[in-house]
């Protein structure tokens, strides 16, 4: 074998050898088969802080969320500026009930980036479960106005006009979310619980 082949085989089956793992990583289909990707690469690289985001976004998705939370910390010690981990660590703050953490989180993410519309709407349910409806409907604005066609966010803001006895608002809104997904379930939800029809003459799904 000549020397030139055998100096980049050195240098190409570590490469290889990794590379399995971290496309499982990197995949979202199979959540368990993620998690165990990202451990398994993070053994080899310990400050992939892409791969700490995605195997915490895996427990998140889990419910598993005090590792959420340790892997969200750990992608910001290496970068403080990963505001999709401050996201997801809030959410996971969010399920736990610590309000307050989750806020100061969604906070700092939007300080690094004033145009995540996924945040305000996160923030927007948080400020609705402590008590400040004008709070929420603000962010949920500011969701809607950055991504005007994500039948979610669109979902968010009906129900907090739907809260705040704003019945035909919130109609507007889970209509158009509707017309966005047809399966946007809060949607549907929202619109039995008010009497009303979707804006087409097809039924909503039993």
């Not at 399995?20 to 990707?37: A, H, K, T, V």
């Not at 400050?47 to 985001?53: E, K, Q, S």
């Not at 980036?113 to 604005?141: C, I, M, S, W």
């Amino acid at each position: 074998m000549p020397m030139w082949i055998a100096v980049l085989l050195v240098f190409l089956l570590p490469v290889a050898a990794y590379a399995g793992p971290l496309q499982d990583c990197e995949q979202e289909r199979d959540n368990d088969l993620r998690i165990r990707g990202c451990t398994e690469h993070l053994r080899h690289y310990s400050r992939d802080a892409t791969a700490y985001y995605r195997r915490g976004a895996a427990y998140l998705k889990d419910d598993d969320l005090d590792r959420a939370i340790a892997d969200a910390t750990r992608v910001l010690q290496i970068d403080s500026w990963y505001a999709a981990a401050f996201l997801t660590r809030g959410m996971a703050y969010e399920r736990k009930e610590q309000y307050e953490r989750a806020l100061a989180d969604y906070g700092e993410a939007i300080k690094i980036n004033p145009r995540y519309a996924e945040v305000y709407d996160a923030r927007a349910v948080v400020h609705f479960k402590t008590g400040q409806p004008a709070l929420a409907l603000r962010d949920a604005e500011r969701a809607v106005s950055l991504e005007p066609y994500e039948a979610a966010f669109l979902g968010t803001r009906g129900r907090l006009h739907e809260a705040l006895g704003r019945r035909d608002e919130a109609v507007a809104d889970y209509r158009r979310a509707l017309g966005l997904d047809s399966s946007a379930q809060a949607a549907i939800d929202g619109l039995r619980r008010l009497g009303a029809s979707p804006a087409s003459k097809a039924a909503l799904p039993r």
